[in-house]
């Protein structure tokens, strides 16, 4: 049903707003008026979306979330590029599979000179940001991070991103003055007890403070939840929408709880793949310049819904580059999909996206050099 927006014309927000007039929904027109006139959706209305279940409403909802990404944000999807540099953890996030208490998991880190070769690589392919992501691992000292990001800035000359947990503010502030323009701190989750429960290692007002930190000093700064944590409600999700909103990130990035092998949520039924679609709609309408990820987490529960996130509202994909040795030992829940530069930048092509024109050319270069392969066997 989504996928056929590629082969119709850009519809503006206009008229998008007069199809939801014809249809007779008042839930829907009244939510597309605030988000045209930027007004704040109540809490009771966020739900009332997020309890749609009608293929026609979604339908409607996911277009007005379209045209608003359109408007604000272009028809550009932009590729940002993930290093998970270190597996090791001393925390003990009860539904991840690499915190502390998993033994099973081998540990791994990259040393700086490998994390700034994989970055040089990924800057070549026109890579929008690099993303430098781990565990919470002290082996990486303020000052080594640091000169990790220093020099990734010096040779790569790409936005930094940084996605590495607590820090002290004033590591946060160093780290932005070493040249990481851009930082990910995931609220997780905005309930209180269940954050509470699941983190039993964090402190909620202590997590919320660094994120609000991130933001006043100027980061662009992300932060997200996860869908689908025991307990969790639809007033949990909607107040996680109003929290984005108004704590003034730039970024969200959220994805669905997919369970880990060897955690106390091993067996905890994945998160709601159609829910997250339905909360990547409101945060767009929420936020409507937000830069916003079609997660890995949507994609390993469903591939094609994880695409389908690019007609809901979404305008980034994550591509992962931690070198392939590594990469399968970053298990933070079961069976992550790779998604691998070329298949990514091979399939928002041809769904008609527009490209960073970098992409696009190291896409033919590639393409060219497997008709070439073809050939030869
Ligand atoms: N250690 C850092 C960054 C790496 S983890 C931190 O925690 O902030 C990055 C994100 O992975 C976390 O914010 C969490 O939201 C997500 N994550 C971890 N385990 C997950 C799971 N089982 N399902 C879905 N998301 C998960
Ligand atoms: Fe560590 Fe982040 Fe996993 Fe928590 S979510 S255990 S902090 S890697």
Known sequence: ????????????????????????????????????????????????????????????????????????????VLIKGVIEFSNYCKKNCLYCGIRAANRKVERYRMKPEEIVETAERMAGL??????????????????????????????????????????????????????????????????????????????????ISILKHTVEIGYIAGSGNIVGLPGQTIEDIAEDIIFLRDVGVKMVGLGPFVPASGTPLENHPPGDPDLTLKIYALVRLSIPR?????????GTLNREKQFQGFFAGCNVIMCNFTPEEYRKRYNIYNNKIPVEFYDTARRLRDQGWKLNPLVLKALEEHERREKEREMVS
Do not use: W
């Not at 027109?29 to 279940?53: C, G, H, M, Y």
């Not at 937000?290 to 949507?298: E, N």
């Open 1 to 76: 049903m989504l996928n056929d927006s590629t082969i119709l014309p850009p519809v503006t927000l206009e008229e998008t707003i007069e199809e939801i007039k014809r249809s007779g929904d008042k839930l829907l027109l009244r939510v597309a008026l605030k988000a045209s006139e930027n007004e704040l959706l109540e809490k009771k209305e966020i739900v009332k979306v997020l309890l749609i279940e009608e293929p026609e409403r979604l339908r409607l909802l996911f277009k007005l979330a379209d045209a608003i990404r359109r408007k604000y944000t272009g028809e550009t």
């Open 126 to 207: 026109g890579i929008n940001t690099i993303i430098l992501q781990s565990g919470e691992d002290p082996y990486y000292t303020a000052d080594l991070m640091e000169d990790i990001i220093r020099e990734v800035r010096r040779r790569a000359r790409t936005p930094v991103s940084i996605s590495i947990g607590n820090r002290t503010k004033e590591e946060y502030t160093r780290f932005k003055e070493a040249g990481a323009s851009k930082c990910l701190l995931k609220h997780e989750t905005i309930n209180r007890e269940i954050f509470e429960a699941m983190h039993p290692d964090d402190d909620y007002d202590e997590r």
């Open 290 to 298: 937000v830069f916003m990820p079609a997660t890995t987490a949507l």
